[in-house]
């Protein structure tokens, strides 16, 4: 495993507390609603992504470049696993879901996009095993269940029902979309941890994001031409789009791969379920203001809960399997 241990034992630290260090790195992905909010009025979801995967770069790029060595170990596979999570998990995965929101704008079936999308977890798990050969205990699936019925309390407390009535009335499009979004995240857990057995935390984030980058160039010019990148102001940059890059997108990224790189990849699906919950709940607070309800605060209690047994059950996070590694490098 290609994971640095600081002298001072934060590396140490890190390992001991990684299943709830995930969850960290999940909710800081969700405090970019404070400031993409500022920015959605004149930018659609795919500019602001490409705007903050060009940041990274920047940021990323000379420690790209001062790992090319490290990079000499990613054999074949290694390689189309990153380019997996460049294009999939950071690229396609969000379009995905941003179209089969907006397709349940349309015919009123959001719920439709939120059950589906949670079968991430389901299916990174199904990955897990495929992939990485990672098995479960017993115990493993009621905690499962218990995540999957807290996060289902928060992003449903308003009406419980929603869910059955949207599926009801759901429509195709909605629900291929979603469940598309959801295959690609749980792809890009499950590849990330394939991949970090070979290089280390920060070649991993840099290749994500450099990767992506000209994907997501592509993807604009594809649906707007040259006048996708004429919507940008400068005070877009300083500070929303910025802080976008630094908080939920560089620093988040970094502490997840570091994280990542001592979780088995079943475990780690399970600790991202704090997105949605913290997206909720930032929700709540303002200037947003939307009502928080009681369900929500015992959903948020359930998972946080899991979360903490999932870290302190877990077995020695052992290094990737044998054959995953030698796949990785060959």
Known sequence: MATSRSPNGAGVTIDRFSVVLVAVAATLW??????????????SPTE??????GLITLFLLPILIRSAGE?????????????????GAQSLATILFTASFQVAATYQVFAETFVLQQTQPLIA?????????????????????????????????????????????GRLEVGLLALGAAALWASGTVLGRFALGAINFWSM????????????VA???????????????????FPNLLAIALVPGLFALLLYYRALSRTPASLATIAEMAYPVAATLIASA??????????????TALLI??????????????????????????
């Open 305 to 330: 809960g899991v979360i903490v047994f999932l870290n302190v059950t877990k077995e020695r996070a052992a290094e990737i399997s044998p054959a995953a590694l030698k796949l990785a490098e060959s």
């Open 219 to 237: 993807i604009v010019l594809v649906q707007y031409g040259l006048s996708g990148f004429a919507h940008y102001r400068v005070s877009d940059f």
């Open 48 to 53: 602001i992504v490409v705007a903050e995967d």
């Open 71 to 87: 990079l000499r170990k990613l054999g074949p596979r290694g390689w189309l696993a990153v380019v997996g999570i460049a294009v």
């Open 205 to 216: 984030t840099a290749l994500r994001f450099t990767l992506a980058l000209p994907v997501l």
């Open 125 to 169: 798990i199904l990955l897990a095993w495929i992939v990485l050969g990672e098995r479960r205990r017993a115990w493993f699936w009621p905690a499962v269940a218990v995540a999957i019925l807290g996060v289902y309390l928060v992003l449903f407390a308003q009406d419980p029902g929603a869910p059955l009535s949207a599926l009801q009335r």
């Open 30 to 43: 969700a405090t970019d609603t404070y400031f993409r909010s500022q920015l959605v009025t004149h930018l």
């Open 286 to 299: 303002p200037p947003f203001n939307q009502p928080l309800y009681p369900a929500q605060v015992v959903g």
